[in-house]
């Protein structure tokens, strides 16, 4: 199966941030002018991104589509976009500022009927299902709300309607760099054949990276392990 290595830039304040646990107070500002990093990225012969609109996350509304307009332009990255998508609107808005997919998580938890009629509208090709993972439940509202919801049937459920990318967030590890939720990813992977599974938060390393290769991952999303220096950008290119 092919794999991506997918660089994070997290957005607050149109500026490159990370978060420790998602929390807004342990917040680390990066780069002022997140067009550099997508560029460095891509320089580096990376070829996807993932794109993160904090501000729109909690604001329940897109805000930072501007950052994703300059980088779509700016380069020839394959983004995908999310935070703050509630509504057809802001569907719209983020394809229309040269996002490739749109990142969706609380909505596809909290309103699928809503968000099973944008998959009929846009077409399920152009969505990247995000789930937020505590004990194999799903997780919402920036982690502040578990479901009981288990991850193998939403996953199950939402592939039967045609998503194929999904990418999955152990909360206990998510910025942490404790390593990925191996073991969780495995059983998904066993459970879902058809669906191509991104691992995300926790990575530590190039072995973890390469670990999510061999256990069959379509890719990785990556932040704090790049900006602190721990995985270099050239030895990523190298799995593409």
């Known amino acids: 199966m092919f794999f991506s290595p997918i660089p994070a830039i997290d957005i607050i304040d149109g500026k490159c941030v990370r978060l420790t646990k998602g929390d807004y107070n342990q917040k680390k500002v990066y780069n002022e002018h997140p067009l550099e990093v997508a560029q460095m990225f891509e320089g580096a012969g990376i070829s996807r991104l993932h794109l993160v609109d904090l501000d729109g996350a909690k604001a329940g509304s897109v805000k930072n589509w ?60 152009k969505f990247l299902v995000g789930a937020d993972v505590k004990e194999e439940k799903i997780a919402i ?8 919801i288990e991850i193998l049937d939403f996953l199950k459920d939402y592939s039967s309607k045609g998503i194929k990318q999904f990418f999955c967030t152990d909360i206990a590890k998510d910025g942490m760099m404790m390593g990925p939720s191996t073991e969780l990813y495995k059983k ?21 990276v390469l670990e999510m290769k061999e256990i069959g991952m379509a890719g990785a999303i990556i932040g704090k392990a790049i900006y602190e220096g721990k995985i270099e950008l050239k030895e990523l290119a190298k799995l593409l």
């Open 141 to 148: 509202h920036g982690w502040l709300e578990q479901t009981d």
């Open 188 to 208: 998904i992977i066993e459970n879902n054949k058809g669906i191509q599974l991104i691992a995300s938060g926790g990575i530590r390393h190039m072995n973890d």
């Open 66 to 125: 501007k950052v994703l307009e300059t980088i779509a332009s700016k380069t020839k990255l394959v983004i995908d976009f999310g935070g703050g998508i509630k509504a057809a609107e802001d569907v719209h808005v983020v394809l229309n500022s040269g996002a490739s997919l749109v990142t969706v998580g609380s909505m596809a938890v909290k309103d699928a009927p809503l968000f099973e009629m944008l998959l009929v509208h846009f077409g399920a090709g």
